[in-house]
């Protein structure tokens, strides 16, 4: 069977000698879903900031957190905006390790993350991803995989996960999210991981440079902006705050480290 589906059809072609993002990230976080070009300009953002790896594993960690806490909260369904290639600790891995019944539609622009992870969930009924950009929400929430998985009369779990610092076009990225959050009902919830404009440094910038000349350009965004992206849904303590501060909340099951300023961590709630 073609694991692929009808949207085999679509994707372009890679360029396997321009860097993407997706495969940076899955390159730094041990996956094996990479080309020369990306392990060359990821070790060039390594060593521009050596604790770029530590900021993925709090990334990671967050996101294992939140999965926890909406499965705490009666939430089996994820709609993954911006999944990535699956390796060890994507949302796919997580959610079925703490619930084996979620649900969960990864979406993702990189032909790769959409290859290996229609491999991944090939033979899941209630598992699949979707090849769309997640700016076009409409189009996403009316998808095949998303209506035949995600029942949108029960609350969802929208996940943001160090994505949205590469989409520039802020009008349209709020556009979007307003969309999928007026789609969920009541106790739906959306979390956010973004880079931190006031974290900003020389080494920063190097890296962001570095990711301007991949498939997407990297922009950094403060508090206000970031909590822009949550809309009017109420932001649960301790609000759009450092990885260390959201961690350090009484119940939360992780650990922060040296990189935990470097990024906007946030999570709220649909009332």
């Not at 911006?82 to 649900?103: E, F, K, L, Q, W």
């Not at 979007?176 to 969920?184: I, K, S």
């Not at 922009?219 to 932001?235: C, H, K, N, P, Y």
Request: glycine share 8%; proline share 7%; charged share 20%.
């Amino acid at each position: 069977m073609n694991v692929l589906g009808e949207q085999a059809a679509v994707l372009p072609e890679v360029d396997p000698q321009r860097p993407s993002v997706a495969r940076i990230y899955n390159f730094l976080l041990g996956g094996k879903h990479h080309f020369a070009a990306d392990r060359q300009a990821a070790a060039a953002a390594r060593g521009a900031m050596p604790e770029l790896p530590a900021i993925l594993r709090l990334n990671r960690q967050f996101l294992g957190e939140v999965v926890r806490l909406a499965g705490e909260a009666g939430i089996d369904q994820f709609l993954d905006l911006g999944c990535g290639i699956p390796s060890a600790g994507s949302t796919y891995d997580v959610a079925r390790r703490i619930n084996p019944a979620s649900r969960v539609v990864g979406v993702d622009l990189e032909p790769v993350a959409f290859v290996h992870g229609r491999k991944q969930t090939d033979g899941d009924p209630a598992a699949d991803v979707l090849y769309a950009d997640l700016l076009d929400a409409g189009e996403v929430l009316g998808s095949s995989p998303v209506r035949a998985i995600i029942d949108l009369d029960r609350p969802v779990c929208l996940l943001l996960i160090s994505v949205a610092h590469f989409i520039p076009d802020t009008a349209r990225l709020l556009a979007a999210l307003e969309t999928y959050r007026a789609a969920v009902p009541s106790g739906s919830l959306l979390a956010v991981t973004h880079a931190n404009r006031k974290a900003s440094s020389p080494q920063v910038e190097h890296v962001r440079r570095i990711y301007n000349n991949t498939t997407a350009p990297m922009v950094a965004r403060d508090e206000s902006e970031t909590s822009a992206l949550f809309g009017d849904w109420q932001i649960r303590e301790p609000g759009v705050q450092s990885f260390g501060q959201w961690c350090s909340m009484p119940g939360r099951r992780c650990e922060s480290n040296t990189a935990e300023s470097a990024f906007l961590v946030g999570v709220a709630g649909k009332p």
